[in-house]
């Protein structure tokens, strides 16, 4: 009895100066939500159109992500695919900068022009990506895009664009801010001709997007919680001296003040799309004017 009260116990040794190994979790396998926090599968939030499922908030989506979930079968016949950012005003490390853009996102600029169909009707459409300096519009995105309004008005085919922006790019500077005058008259003469164009915000849409042609659409659409605005909060907060709403320039927000139509989710953007092309067609054929 005293003897087994007395007995010393037995512990297991761990080898000192051995470093412990980590589990390996592949990169790119979960997904934090910015929102909620909560933390998910990537694929699970990717079959749900890059929608938390938790909080309904709405990941960014680059333009070829957008192409896929937004055309038929998401076929896009492609505008201007060579044209390409260079450096008209020989900016300090600007031209550097282009080319690692093109790397890290695969494109050539921040915006995929093209034409395809949507619930079967044919359309010219934009989407515009972050991924390439955070959407900012130089002379390469404002050429596109009026090239695309020109393309609209010539076919008599319904014009969309998903816009998604910083604003001017600083680089090209003054060329850039003449984007803004450019695609705007381009879309004035679109919709006097009797185009119909339905502009989608998504987040962020700013700057000198959110100024000209963003704004401008027949149809003015956003994704739930998408930035939209001008200038940034703590600027306006600065300039104007006064506390802003926590839900400033939220897409509900500028719905509420009569800034947008609708404020659509992604899994019904598609439907809402074709429903608002639907309206204005007649046996699949879109009427000037309608």
């Not at 679109?190 to 000198?208: E, K, N, R």
Request: charged fraction near 20%; glycine fraction near 10%; proline fraction near 4%.
């Amino acid at each position: 009895m005293f003897k087994d009260l007395f007995h010393k116990k037995k512990y297991a040794t761990i080898p000192s100066g051995q470093p412990r190994t980590k589990p390996e979790i592949p990169e790119g396998l979960m997904s934090k939500c910015p929102k909620c926090g909560n933390i998910q599968f990537s694929k699970e939030v990717e079959k749900n159109l890059k929608v938390c499922p938790s909080c309904g908030h709405h990941f960014r989506l680059s333009a070829w992500e957008r192409i896929a979930i937004t055309l038929d079968e998401g076929r896009l016949t492609e505008f201007d695919a060579e044209l390409s950012s260079e450096d008209p005003l020989g900016f300090p490390g600007y031209a550097g900068k282009v080319e690692a853009q093109k790397k890290s996102s695969g494109l050539t600029d921040a915006v995929i022009t093209g034409e395809g169909t949507i619930g079967g009707l044919p359309v010219v459409a934009a989407f515009m990506s972050f991924d390439f300096f955070a959407g900012s519009m130089g002379s390469v995105v404002g050429e596109k895009i009026t090239r695309a309004i020109e393309q609209a008005h010539e076919k008599k085919l319904p014009l969309i664009i998903f816009s998604t922006s910083s604003g001017a790019r600083m680089q090209e500077s003054i060329l850039s801010l003449m984007q803004m005058a450019k695609t705007s008259a381009a879309l004035a003469r679109f919709q006097g001709g009797g185009g119909l164009y339905i502009s989608v915000m998504t987040d962020p849409t700013t700057g000198g997007v959110s100024a000209s042609f963003a704004m401008l659409g027949d149809f003015n659409l956003a994704e739930p919680g998408a930035l939209v605005g001008f200038a940034g909060r703590v600027v306006i907060e600065q300039t104007i001296r006064q506390k802003l709403p926590d839900n400033f320039q939220t897409a509900e927000f500028n719905l509420q003040h009569g800034q947008l139509d609708k404020v659509v989710h992604r899994k019904e953007m598609k439907s809402m799309l074709t429903k608002l092309l639907d309206m204005h067609s007649v046996k699949g054929e879109i009427i000037n004017g309608g």
